[in-house]
């Protein structure tokens, strides 16, 4: 079992950054791969970007390709998003989620457990 606690959204203005983060209960979080996901108002919820387990593989949405970074500190037991040139079309509740399986994925369905999200609102 894997308790997610989402942090770090807010009110940020078209350009900005912001650093989201994913503290993570238990001591097996380095067998989890890690996603971030967001959801829209009247929105799908949408892959974000992933992490492998060790770490050394990344995916992201072409949407936020090169201004998205996603990482992992298993010593923390947290994965961060950092977001750099936020545009308002990035607003959203922003949800990590942890999967089980050493594949990486962008389908939310195969993710096991899920934080309660963070708001993330960027004003033009």
């Known amino acids: 079992q894997v308790q997610l606690v989402e942090s770090g959204g807010g009110l940020v203005q078209a350009g900005g950054s912001l650093r989201l983060s994913c503290a993570a209960s238990g001591r097996t979080f380095s067998a989890y791969a890690m996603g971030w996901f967001r959801q829209a108002p009247r929105k799908e919820r949408e892959f974000v970007a992933l992490?492998?387990?060790?770490?050394?593989?990344?995916n992201y949405a072409d949407s936020v390709k090169g201004r998205f970074t996603i990482s992992r500190d298993d010593a923390k037991n947290t994965v961060y998003l950092q977001m750099n040139k936020l545009k308002t079309e990035d607003t959203a509740v922003y949800y990590c989620?942890?999967?089980?399986?050493?594949?990486?994925?962008?389908?939310?369905?195969?993710?096991?457990?899920w934080g309660q999200g963070t708001q993330v609102t960027v004003s033009s």
């Open positions: 989620a942890a999967r089980a399986a050493a594949s990486t994925t962008v389908v939310a369905e195969s993710y096991n457990y």
């Open positions: 992490i492998s387990r060790s770490g050394g593989i990344t």
